[in-house]
């Protein structure tokens, strides 16, 4: 247990349907990132915020996705309209601001998702 | 989009063997990390070299950098059972304010008992 938290664990919805998800970072660490992987591959970098802000978004992060981090701890990851493509497991990672040098990021457990 | 290429995909040996994974990139990096991965979780860190350095060891893990090849490899001796995980390489890219992981396709290791 790293303690990154993300719920739900898993989650089946039908196709159109908005789901959240939610990460609570480890307390003191004020930089977190959200992460997508699908089967068979690795990790594939969706968004960061540092504090509140969120700093840099990648291209796969569609219009139909929006995440927050309203006080600066925990962040939700919404998905409007889902599709079949949306089915991976949605990844969560911390890290603090001064161990930039190493970066090591300590991931939650995942949020699985599938789309039907 | 993946980093780069890891190798093998797969990899089954016997309890006791070392198991050899292989990892390939495409820029220039600040360090490399190595994670696992356990069926259906989350990922943990296992080790990180630096861009400067070639060679490091954590317990039975050995890590090599080789930057002008741009290849790392992580090497596990005496593997348990319990080493039976994906693993996956991810190289450190600078953002604007921070640094964001680009990971490689993973090995996947089963050790058998």
């Known amino acids: 247990d790293t303690g990154v938290s993300q719920d739900p664990r898993h989650k089946i919805t039908k196709r159109g349907q908005n789901v959240t998800f939610r990460c609570d970072p480890i307390s003191e660490h004020n930089r977190l990132y959200w992460y997508r992987q699908t089967l068979g591959q690795g990790p594939e970098f969706l968004t960061y915020?540092?504090?509140?802000?969120?700093?840099?978004k990648s291209r796969l992060l569609s219009d139909r996705f929006s995440a927050e981090r309203p006080k600066g701890s925990f962040s939700t990851l919404e998905i409007q309209r889902t599709e079949q493509g949306d089915s991976a497991m949605y990844l969560c990672a911390s890290s603090l601001i001064g161990q930039s040098l190493r970066n090591e990021q300590f991931f939650g457990p995942g949020t699985r998702l599938t789309v039907l | 989009s993946q980093q780069g290429e890891e190798d093998p995909q797969a990899l089954s040996i016997q309890e006791g063997e070392n198991a050899t994974m292989n990892c390939s990139y495409k820029?220039?990096?600040?360090?490399l990390q190595w994670y696992r991965q356990n069926s259906g979780r989350g990922l943990v860190h296992l080790i990180l070299i630096r861009s400067n350095e070639r060679e490091k060891h954590s317990g039975r893990l050995r890590v090599t950098l080789d930057t002008s090849k741009k290849s790392s490899s992580l090497l596990i001796t005496a593997s348990r059972a319990a080493d039976t995980a994906s693993y996956f390489c991810?190289?450190?890219?600078?953002?604007?304010?921070?640094?964001?992981?680009?990971f490689g396709s993973g090995t996947r290791l089963l050790v058998r008992p």
């Open positions: 915020f540092q504090n509140e802000a969120q700093l840099e």
């Open positions: 820029t220039s990096i600040n360090n």
């Open positions: 991810a190289t450190v890219v600078r953002m604007d304010s921070s640094y964001k992981l680009i």
